[in-house]
């Protein structure tokens, strides 16, 4: 019995390290090396500043203020949150 569980076990593992060396056996198999063969064409400045110009067309975006001091209290935002909570308001666990 313990030779077959020996036997059984070296065989798990030569399947084993067979199957991590597929990826380059066979090229590449499931697409983890993509970028490797892809030259890029545009600087990653102009990329960026693509981005950023597009930012602000995207869903729910909200430029927010710097340094802008709050105009409620401490006390004034927990008793909101303790209304909102007591409401059902804030969604928790996995609805959420």
Do not use: C, H
């Amino acid at each position: 019995m313990n030779a077959t569980r020996l036997f059984s076990v070296a065989a798990v593992a030569a399947f084993a390290s067979f199957a991590a060396q597929a990826g380059s056996a066979y090229g590449d198999l499931y697409g983890a090396n993509f970028d490797a063969s892809v030259q890029s064409t545009r600087a990653s400045a102009e990329v960026r500043a693509e981005g950023a110009a597009a930012l602000p067309a995207q869903k729910n975006f909200v430029v927010l203020q710097a340094n802008q001091p709050s105009q409620l209290s401490r006390l004034a935002v927990r008793a909101e949150a303790v209304t909102a909570a007591r409401a059902g308001e804030i969604a928790t666990g996995n609805r959420s």
